[in-house]
């Protein structure tokens, strides 16, 4: 048994810190990020989207590991409509998204500088219109594989969560995690992949932002896929 799926035990992997943080990002780390934090829950408790954001939001969507921010802050500031959960563990990627939003005045995100499993499991049930999952850490060893957070431990978490009609986007690199999150996000019942031709999942929409990760894998030559699944009706 994993590490993961042992009953009530969260262990996060991966750096916390990076590159001690210039006096620009420790000054929005302190003035922003008390006002945009949202606090895990006792374990048990639900979290009641309604009550996160000073004003009603008609959906909330939910980034896991949102790295330096770009893709989040750029939904943000277009869907000003829309309520945001963001949840980054690597300290340096949550001063760089605060820098965003200290640029553009976004209201409508909530952070949390820590491990997305605990939100998620406070979540209500059908709770949350779309879920991105981009350019996760791939740990290519196969001894690590199960602490790929798209796989079988997470995708029933998030298929809990998410509307039924809701967007589940995915998005890799790295050929052998490209490979993983497709065989199992696809056999996964409650999921449909959207892809009808190659272009599908080779062309990023328009309403899907490049990120810095996107971008170097690109300098580097390496190909990024771009996977859209949609929750399937409870009903059926």
């Known amino acids: 048994m ?3 799926s042992i009953p009530h035990r969260k262990v996060l992997y991966g750096r916390r810190l990076g590159r001690p943080l210039r006096k620009q990002r420790l000054e929005v780390m302190e003035t922003l990020l008390p006002k945009m934090k949202l606090t895990v829950p006792a374990e048990g408790d ?5 009550s996160l954001f000073d004003t009603p939001k008609r959906d ?3 980034e896991v590991g949102f790295g330096g921010g770009e893709h989040l802050a750029w939904q ?3 869907n000003p409509d829309i309520g945001f959960i963001g949840c980054e563990p690597f300290i340096n990627g949550v001063s760089s998204l605060l820098k965003h939003v200290a640029e553009a005045g976004q209201t409508n995100i909530r952070v949390v500088p820590d491990d997305a499993r605990p939100i998620l499991d406070a979540l209500p049930d059908a709770s949350v219109g779309r879920a991105f999952v981009l350019f996760p850490d791939p740990w290519p060893k196969a001894r690590h594989a199960f602490r790929r957070f798209i796989g079988p431990v997470n995708l029933p978490r998030l298929a809990r969560v998410l509307k039924d009609g809701a967007e589940l986007r995915i998005a890799s690199d790295d050929p052998q995690l490209q490979r993983w999150m497709l065989e199992h996000t ?5 999921f449909e992949w959207t892809a009808r031709t190659a272009e599908d ?4 929409p328009e309403d899907w932002p490049q990120t810095r ?4 894998a690109l300098d580097a030559g390496r190909v990024p896929m771009f996977l859209r699944f949609i929750r399937k009706s409870r009903a059926t």
């Not at 990760?213 to 170097?216: F, L, Q, R, T």
């Open 46 to 50: 639900r979290l009641d989207p309604a």
């Open 201 to 204: 999942w080779r062309i990023r």
């Open 213 to 216: 990760y996107e971008k170097k």
């Open 76 to 78: 943000s500031e277009r």
């Open 186 to 190: 696809w056999r996964y019942p409650d």
């Open 2 to 4: 994993s590490e993961d």
């Open 60 to 62: 909330l969507w939910f």
